[in-house]
């Protein structure tokens, strides 16, 4: 599968941004999709995942509150809706397609096989 992020920019404090994932393939809604961020001198966090039917949802504590993942399997795309936005959130946010867990969502980064090529947030003070 191959996957397109797209949506980040430039955003104030508090502000609010809405990522995409747009995925290729006709087996979508069979992969656990998950996003990940990526801070400037950083390591790779988990941010949230969902299950293949959209009916598990899994969310980093750093972000639960603020961020609603979502999936339409129709248009093959998953979406992050990021509210309440804090500088510290600034990164560029990428998208992850795991395999094998269907229906179950995990943040450990070696199942997630496919990866796009991620869309940079910057929020500023």
Not at 110 to 118: N, P
């Amino acid at each position: 599968v191959q996957l397109q992020a797209y949506g980040g920019g430039l955003v104030q404090a508090g502000g609010s941004l809405r990522l995409s994932c747009a995925a290729s393939g006709r087996t979508f809604s069979t992969y656990t999709m998950g996003w990940f961020r990526q801070a400037p001198g950083e390591e790779r966090e988990f941010v949230v995942g969902i299950s293949g039917s959209g009916s598990i949802t899994y969310y980093s504590d750093s972000v639960k509150g603020r961020f609603t993942v979502s999936r339409d399997n129709a248009k093959n795309t998953v979406y992050l809706q990021m509210n309440s936005l804090k500088p510290e959130d600034t990164a560029v946010y990428y998208c992850a397609a795991d395999g094998t867990h269907h229906n179950l969502v995990t943040d450990a980064m070696r199942w997630y096989t496919y990866w796009g090529q991620g869309t940079l947030v910057t929020v500023s003070s």
